[in-house]
């Protein structure tokens, strides 16, 4: 089989994904669109596979890559390249986060849904597919008209981890520490982990919470915690290195994530699963619904609501035993299902299925049909 996919740069997002489609498969090619004015403060990976569209020769090369390859991908910057694919109604599938962060309603500013028309609309009787990098992309395209039936679970696969000791790692873990990791922005809401935890102590609960990134609120948070008294409760580590977050969540039990419909993704989400934290998501962030099964191997709360996320949080300081089955299986779903090994057989799986005009043989994980989940989805 011969894979290409076309995106504008390879990242350490995507790289994973990457080499392992080029271990699979006869032919694996990268097309990179994005020219060099575009990748200022962006770190570009490099691999023999990877062709950069820079000149004419380079276009035409990209071109036969793309219509002779037996399944192509394309992701942001691969528009020009998709309609020599569907002119030839060959087996794609398109890449993308929701459309609609900011609101379902856009779809009805004419240049979006022109522009939406141009890249998904125009083709829904083709053979083109949707792979999903948000829990939410199936309902807005649904509300243009495109199929349901033909998006998949998809998302980011960062490098996974596997540790000798299981065990060791778990019981090495500070049962009463939280994390939190990001930008320090407002879609991210790191301020809905300083209320959590006023919340914890007041009720007489012994937590520490580190904050891990940068960001223009980091000030705001700073005075919130003096404000509220949480200076030996509360830390703000500034800025670490993925090995630095990784030490950081393999100390803690408790990952929080409480990002809003903003969030594409958030592949944080996989490496706390994968370092044995105990995930409490906003139901609102891309990942989320795909990767935290509800009291399974995370735990849920509404996004922007802190009683609900200090109810979910008090119902697992309540219960070690249930804080341990749900990290275990966390790290057993990256282990076993959410990882770039997993994620090529599968896509590789999917495509033989849909050549046969067959469904997706995957009830959960990547490449199993996506519902349609609107915003207001989740009910504690």
């Known amino acids: 089989m011969r894979v290409v996919l076309v995106s504008n740069f390879l990242n350490h997002f995507t790289f994973p994904l990457c080499e392992s489609l080029a271990s699979s498969v006869d032919d694996f090619r990268f097309v990179a669109t994005a020219k060099p004015s575009q990748m200022a403060f962006r770190q570009e990976l490099s691999a023999e ?73 125009r083709y829904k009787k083709r053979e083109l597919y949707v792979l999903c990098a948000s829990a939410y992309l199936p309902y807005d395209l649904s509300l243009l008209g495109f199929p349901a039936e033909k998006c998949f679970r998809w998302g980011y696969f960062p490098f996974v981890k596997k540790y000798g000791d299981i065990d060791g790692l778990f019981a090495a873990k500070h049962k009463m520490h939280f994390i939190w990791v990001g930008r320090l922005i407002p879609l991210k809401h790191p301020e809905l982990a300083i209320s959590l935890v006023d919340e914890l102590v007041k009720s007489g609960y012994d937590v520490h919470l580190d904050i891990v990134g940068k960001g223009p609120m980091e000030g705001l948070l700073n005075e919130k915690i003096q404000s509220c008294g949480l200076s030996g409760k509360v830390s703000l580590l500034g800025g670490k290195t993925l090995d630095e977050v990784r030490g950081y969540m393999e100390q803690s039990t408790f990952f929080l994530f409480t990002s809003d419909f903003n969030e594409g993704w958030g ?13 409490l998501g906003s139901h609102a962030a891309g990942s989320v619904p795909f990767l935290i099964r509800h009291k399974m191997n995370g735990m849920l709360f509404k996004s922007e609501d802190v009683n609900s996320l ?53 009830s959960i994980g990547p490449c199993s049909q996506a519902e349609c989940l609107a915003n207001d989805w989740f009910t504690e």
Not at 57 to 86: N, P, T, Y
Not at 97 to 106: D, I, S
Not at 312 to 325: D, I, R, T, W
């Open 267 to 279: 592949a944080v989400v996989n490496e706390a699963m994968n370092s044995g934290c105990v995930v």
């Open 49 to 121: 596979y990877v062709l950069h569209v820079s000149g004419e020769k380079d276009v035409a090369k990209a071109l036969q890559f793309v219509s002779e390859a037996d399944v192509a991908i394309f992701g942001d910057g691969g528009w020009a390249f998709m309609e020599e694919r569907m002119y030839h109604n060959k087996l794609s599938f398109l890449f993308s986060e929701r459309l609609f962060k900011r609101g379902t309603w856009r779809r009805f500013i004419p240049t979006t849904w022109y522009r939406l028309y141009r890249r998904f609309l």
């Open 310 to 362: 200090f109810n979910a949080a008090v119902s697992l300081l309540q219960s070690p035993e249930k804080c341990e089955q749900l990290r275990r299986q966390a790290y057993q779903d990256i282990q076993e299902m959410w990882n770039a090994s997993q994620a090529t057989e599968r896509l590789l799986e999917l495509c033989r299925h849909l050549l046969e005009h067959q469904p997706s043989p995957y």
